[in-house]
């Protein structure tokens, strides 16, 4: 899903008011309680195994910013330049964002791709639900009762000043626990 140009998750991700992608993302095992979290993401291509690599690898359960990217880089995780994240239609609501909130447009990435590159929007195609193209995530079961979560985010069109929402912190955007038969990955304006 984080592939996916529709989703705000990975490629697709919403734009942060100064035109930057800022991405988030959590994982929690239910079986022990371990879970992974990480904020602020710009150069790692799946955020959610940054995550599960900050669960399983590291002794930390939240990492952030261009550290969070470094301890990817090291665990082998794939790095893309930033503007790999960009879409057209993100870009294009991010403008829409800015004006109505009068604050200054930033200029289009240099790198940024063409406006017919994947992620943009066909001409005439109708308008996508937004609701349904927002944060992703997923909860799992297996046959043995075990379960897990993980959600994935670009967080909030035109975002300032580093605000992180729900999806990596554990207990608010993403949480899983055996004992008490629940696992959950929230979205919406966390
Ligand atoms: N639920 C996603 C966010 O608020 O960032």
């Given at each position: 899903?984080?592939?996916?140009?529709?989703?705000?998750?990975?490629?697709?991700?919403?734009?942060?008011?100064?035109?930057?992608?800022?991405?988030?993302?959590a994982v929690m095992n239910g079986r022990d309680l371990t879970a992974g979290a990480v904020a602020g993401l710009t150069t790692t291509r799946h955020p959610i195994?940054?995550?599960?690599?900050?669960?399983?690898?590291?002794?930390?359960?939240?990492?952030?910013?261009?550290?969070?990217?470094?301890?990817?880089?090291?665990?082998?995780?794939?790095?893309?330049?930033p503007a790999w994240f960009f879409t057209q239609r993100r870009w294009d609501q991010l403008i829409r964002a800015l004006t109505e909130q009068g604050l200054p447009?930033?200029?289009?990435?240099?790198?940024?791709?063409?406006?017919?590159?994947?992620?943009?929007?066909?001409?005439?195609?109708?308008?996508?639900?937004?609701?349904?193209?927002?944060?992703?995530?997923?909860?799992?079961?297996?046959?043995?009762?075990?379960?897990?979560?993980?959600?994935?985010?670009?967080?909030?069109?035109?975002?300032?000043?580093?605000?992180?929402?729900?999806?990596?912190?554990?207990?608010?955007?993403?949480?899983?626990?055996?004992?008490?038969?629940?696992?959950?990955?929230?979205?919406?304006?966390?």
């Amino acid at each position: 899903m984080e592939d996916e140009p529709l989703f705000n998750a990975g490629r697709g991700a919403v734009f942060t008011a100064e035109g930057r992608n800022e991405l988030d993302a959590a994982v929690m095992n239910g079986r022990d309680l371990t879970a992974g979290a990480v904020a602020g993401l710009t150069t790692t291509r799946h955020p959610i195994a940054a995550a599960r690599a900050v669960m399983e690898r590291s002794p930390h359960v939240m990492l952030i910013g261009p550290g969070a990217d470094a301890f990817a880089a090291s665990q082998n995780l794939e790095q893309v330049e930033p503007a790999w994240f960009f879409t057209q239609r993100r870009w294009d609501q991010l403008i829409r964002a800015l004006t109505e909130q009068g604050l200054p447009i930033p200029s289009r990435p240099a790198d940024a791709p063409s406006s017919d590159a994947p992620g943009a929007q066909a001409s005439g195609a109708p308008p996508l639900d937004e609701r349904k193209f927002g944060t992703v995530g997923a909860v799992a079961l297996d046959a043995q009762g075990r379960l897990a979560a993980g959600t994935s985010t670009g967080g909030m069109t035109a975002k300032r000043w580093g605000r992180v929402g729900d999806v990596p912190i554990i207990g608010a955007g993403t949480y899983a626990s055996n004992a008490d038969g629940c696992a959950v990955s929230a979205t919406g304006s966390g």
